[in-house]
């Protein structure tokens, strides 16, 4: 009898020890980035130095760098990424470092980051195991069709809509066959990689360890350009309300992911357009994307993230002032001299390079805008320009300080969700 106990309590104390083994073990951690252009990041990696200028920022370039002074490789963060070029769609995986921003080739470095980047780096910051994140981005890419949720239904044209492309002669029945072929189709794209990712984890993560599993811990959305932009789907975008089916669209694609990956409340960030800064006046389409938050059916686990704190205001400041530069020889060449002597720089200089009957020679021109440039720029600013901006307005100047903020901001959200 004591023989068969001694064996039983060797039996239990090797399964106890055993469980207690594997309860340490820590679960794969699943991040999901979905959008379009901004998702997809347009900050090169030249301008990470900009970020070292602010105090305020320069801890987080020290993130952000390896002690060689490249880009840092977060030993423990993978990433799938999904994109698309000219060529179609591929995905690039390995560990997460810089440039895994917007490619030419889904699976070679671009050389440019998006929110990924600072989010992975500043989630495990926070954990202790491995992170995969699984991101998937296309430029110009709409809410309203190209990832358009099945509980939405097809597509349907509002009557202004209609109205307008029949004035214009269009062939009505065509444009709507086409319209519903295009609609979902990056929704499917989304899941269908989540789902193939999930499937063998460790094709992407090779320390992955089945028995600990993983968990979708969070889901972040970074879109809006092309439905900001679209008078078509909303005819009444520049009054209150103009925006609601976008809302209404979210709030069917935040329960429409949840279902198709099994988790119900699932953290979801939504990444709130932030182009131009903060608004004096009323945003109607960044109210119509932070409005499924306020849902009640979402409370605690679905937050909206403004990015426009986050936009660089130096720099859409001298954005603007090489905007006018630019602008100039536009005016030279249609004769419109009138509209650069309202600025004191330009008109003190433009007489040098006019002839006397008001006209000027492609080349007077050029060498005008270049002494227009250096007088009212000058290098100092210039020197600023290519130190911390890379890209155009709409992708929040291709600013590494901007899209390391933003990324952060998701993570930190994302993780305070993960705790309630």
């Known amino acids: 009898m004591r023989k068969t106990a001694t064996i039983l309590m060797a039996i239990l104390t090797a399964i106890c020890c055993s469980s207690a083994m594997a309860a340490g073990k820590k679960p794969l951690k699943v991040y999901i980035l979905v959008g379009q252009s901004n998702m997809q990041g347009h900050a090169k990696v030249e ?22 002074g490249k880009p840092r490789v977060c030993e423990k963060v993978w ?16 560990k997460l470092t810089a440039g895994y921003g917007a ?40 809410l309203n069709t190209d990832f358009r949720p099945p509980s939405a239904g097809p597509y349907v044209f509002n009557e202004t809509a209609l109205e307008g492309l029949k004035k214009r002669g269009k062939n009505i029945d065509e ?9 979902g189709r990056y929704y499917k794209l989304m899941i269908d990689h989540v789902k193939k990712v999930l499937a063998d984890p460790k094709r992407v993560v090779p320390t992955y360890d089945a028995k600990a599993g993983y968990e979708i811990a969070g889901f972040v959305w970074f879109q809006g350009w092309n439905d900001m932009v679209d ?39 939504i990444g709130v357009m932030g182009v131009g800064g903060v608004r004096d006046k009323p945003d109607y389409f960044r109210q119509a994307m932070a409005a499924p938050a306020s849902l009640g059916e979402f409370k605690g686990n679905v ?7 986050y936009w660089d205001k130096p720099l859409a400041d001298l954005a603007a002032e090489m905007g006018i530069v630019g602008k100039s020889a536009y005016y030279l060449r249609k004769k419109e001299p009138k509209h650069i002597r309202k600025d004191p ?43 911390g901006a890379s890209n155009a307005g709409y992708h929040y100047l291709g600013c590494a300080k901007t899209m390391s903020l933003i990324g952060k901001a998701f993570a930190e959200t994302a993780l305070k969700m993960e705790k309630k």
């Open 345 to 387: 720089i330009g008109a003190a200089i433009l007489d040098k390079y006019m002839g006397k009957d008001g006209t000027m020679t492609n080349e007077q021109i050029k060498a005008f805008v270049k002494e227009y440039r250096a007088r009212r720029i000058g290098p100092e600013k210039q020197a600023m320009w290519k130190r």
């Open 175 to 183: 444009i709507k066959a086409a319209k519903a072929k295009a609609s």
């Open 103 to 142: 490619r030419k080739n889904p699976s070679e470095d671009g050389g440019k980051i998006g929110p990924e980047f600072t989010f992975g780096i500043y989630a495990s910051k926070a954990y202790d195991g491995s992170i995969l994140i699984i991101k998937t981005a296309w430029g110009g890419k709409s």
């Open 231 to 269: 008078g078509g789907t909303y005819p009444k975008r520049r009054e209150s309300g103009g925006f609601d089916l976008y809302s209404r669209l979210l709030a069917q694609f935040i329960r429409d992911v949840r279902k198709d990956f099994g988790a119900s409340k699932m953290p979801f960030v």
């Open 303 to 309: 937050t909206a993230v403004e990015t426009a704190p």
């Open 79 to 94: 990433i799938s990424y999904l994109t698309g070029s000219r060529d179609g769609n591929g995905e690039g995986i390995g």
């Open 47 to 68: 301008t990470f130095d900009y970020i070292g200028d602010d105090p305020k920022t320069a801890p987080m370039l020290k993130e952000m760098r390896g002690p060689d």
